[in-house]
């Protein structure tokens, strides 16, 4: 079964908004085993959209489109359908209804243009929008399946998974098997190593390996297949278990679990708390143990110790030691760790003082070195970093380093230092 | 002249990147006045690719390739072009010497299938690329210009600026207008009362306006046509310039001018200093600050003063006000900003105190009230506000009011609180 999706309007082409639609149409597709081959956008403009149709009738055995829909006069996709593959536009009394009342509902007036929205294809099936004012529609036409949605996210997120997926299911029918995949994420290792460790876990018909890099992270991405859902669900299983076996604590969270989310879970499980000191980072830490619902458990606050004056004054780091060490530098690192851990009383304490960039590196300490200290019941342990990326990325991957050496201490294999460019073990410049 | 952007990669039809290549494309091409007329992606599939590419000979003039560059065996698209047109592939040796120099540079080893990368179709002219290992080329075949670039967004950006705008604006010749654009960046108002404050103002035919919204902004894009370079920028100026007359205050900054930034810049001006005490944006503010490259000329450092310990101790906030008025609260906001300008004796502090959501609401205070308090050498002025975001877009929104109200203070119009949802004022329970 080959799937084709179509986007329709000029701000796609005109480059003003980037199109999340196909993505995440085709996303849900693959998990009811179907792969889309064709990706296309035209303009809303009856000669381009027409020509794309009737290519799609030929070549692909379901297209979804997305946008126009709407009630203004750019909005032609169900007018230019019916006349494509000849078919008379009608009106679908109940779904003039659901319009009146939708306007009803928000409070705004209807206009008479929008009631072109209750229009479509003879012969086709309407396919409901309870969050929105545009019905869309399924047509078959020329053995082709096309379902019409609306362009707004919210609205197409809905009909897809309500209305859309279950139909191109039941088209699949026999062909299909249940399909179910999972995230599994990975920090520090590249994907080459990533593809070298993993050979052979996933060469079978039933279960495939994808890697996807989303910056700082490595995420691998199984997908498991069977004839039922328990089956799929199994194998997919028995695959993530593997891989966990192979890379052991080198996964550090599966599907939608961040870094900090773990980082939470563990620290709420021993009832134990955090503070952070940050020069280099300027927050960004904080602000990404904060993002996780519920910080407020084990994350008690920090110190933004961006100027040296910061670093004396609020973590008590003495003059003395910036002075002769300099600010990127083990010993300011453990201090100021040291120095939060004890103003707020917590358990554990994370620091990082570096050079992001793009100015103020030296031969010694170019641009990218980072000093990461992490205070806790049993002493402070530091280590050094050469970070190769922008002023953004350095500190991304500082925060994911911080937050993942903090973790892999909670589980008691901290013993290495996290693997990534390391300067003296590495030898980097 | 018509332009097509084919991208090219398994990838992006399993959806499961977004596909920002087509937009950055169609968006530059617009800026020399060349409209897309058709987006495309195809698989790593020799038949398909060679379909799209004959199709887009037949429809289009200019023809964008991105992706499948690589050195790996899915990396077709330069051998797929050449044989599509009846092209003998040929080693263009200043290439090979480029790469051999390229993996010398990184400290890698070249691979012998890297070497597939300097091989270019007869005829075809090499782009290069300075920062990647994959170069590009042109290709002129049936009166359509192919240009193939790496899909790495950083090194297509690149190429697209330097090696391929150029080269399509010679081509569009003298059927090219002059195009400039810029960004006019607002915050605080909708687009529906930009659009009615701004009418009439580009409603002729050389100067277009278009509307973006990026979070919490949004953002005015004037275009200007014109014969020359010179009248199309005179053009864009005086519509800037007419734009900024109606609005006033409310533009805080043009193209690439974060808000940040322009915080950063008025207050290098006048030799101030800044600080911040977070309690709801756990470091955000701080982030943002300190995304500036620079920002240690005039930003010291803050608090993350997350729990009521942290107030206490870093902030010297009463715990008797605390229990009093609650950490979401006039007086302690006050406080926040006080006690850390006063620590780090800095010029203004601003402070950040919250409900982030999804929990911690009350009918009293419910999820996104928010206190934002601004001290300065004329004292302390504090606002509430509630905002109807999730979690992640109630910490950036918070962030961007309190950086727009020190921007407003800076320039002496803040005797108006910003506008937005402001609790008392707009009567919102």
């Given at each position: 079964m080959i799937a084709e999706v179509i986007t329709i309007g000029d701000e796609l082409l005109r480059g003003e908004i980037i199109d999340t639609n196909k993505s995440y149409l085709s996303e849900r597709l693959l998990e009811i085993d179907v792969h889309t081959r064709y990706h296309c956008s035209v303009l809303d403009d009856p000669a381009d959209m027409k020509d794309a149709f009737l290519r799609a009738a030929r070549r692909a055995d379901i297209v979804l489109v997305s946008g126009?829909?709407?009630?203004?006069?750019?909005?032609?996709t169900i007018a230019v359908l019916a006349e494509t593959f000849g078919r008379k536009l009608v009106r679908h009394e109940p779904s003039m209804a659901a319009l009146v009342a939708f306007f009803e509902r928000v409070g705004r007036e209807m206009s008479p243009s929008n009631a072109k929205q209750a229009d479509f294809p003879e012969g086709s099936e309407v396919l409901e929008n309870p969050i929105g004012s545009a019905p869309g529609c399924m047509l078959e036409a020329e053995g082709t399946a096309f379902f019409c949605m609306p362009g707004i996210p919210r609205e197409l997120h809905e009909m897809m998974v309500e209305q859309v997926m279950p139909r191109v299911a039941r088209r699949a029918g026999g062909q299909a098997r249940a399909v179910r995949s999972a995230i599994l994420r990975t920090f520090g290792i590249g994907e080459s190593t990533l593809e070298d460790e993993l050979r052979?876990?996933?060469?079978?018909?039933h279960v495939q390996l994808g890697f996807r890099t989303t910056f700082p992270d490595n995420f691998l991405r199984p997908v498991a297949h069977g004839a039922t859902v328990a089956e799929a669900r199994e194998r997919l299983e028995a695959a993530c278990r593997a891989i966990e076996d192979r890379l052991g604590v080198q996964v550090y969270g599966r599907d939608d679990e961040s870094m900090e989310a773990v980082v939470g879970r563990l620290l709420a499980e021993r009832g134990e708390t955090l503070a952070v000191a940050e020069s280099c980072t300027g927050g960004l830490l904080g602000e990404r143990v904060t993002s996780?619902?519920?910080?407020s458990a084990w994350f008690l606050g920090g110190v933004q110790a961006y100027a040296n004056l910061a670093k004396e004054r609020l973590l008590g780091v003495p003059a003395g030691m910036l002075a002769t060490?300099?600010?990127?530098s083990e010993p300011v690192a453990r201090a100021m760790a040291e120095g939060v851990r004890e103003r707020l009383g917590t358990t554990w304490a994370l620091s990082t003082t570096g050079i992001s960039g793009p100015d103020g590196g030296t031969d010694e300490k170019p641009v990218g070195t980072v000093w990461i200290a992490c205070a806790g019941p049993r002493g402070t342990e530091a280590h050094d970093f050469v970070f190769p990326f922008d002023r953004q990325r350095n500190r991304q991957v500082t925060v994911q380093m911080a937050l993942d050496w903090l973790r892999r201490t909670l589980l008691g294999v901290?013993?290495?230092?996290?693997?990534?460019?390391h300067t003296r073990a590495a030898g980097r410049r």
């Open positions: 126009g829909l709407g009630p203004t006069r750019d909005d032609i052979g876990i996933a060469d079978d018909e996780v619902a519920g910080a060490h300099g600010a990127v901290a013993r290495e230092v996290p693997r990534w460019v």
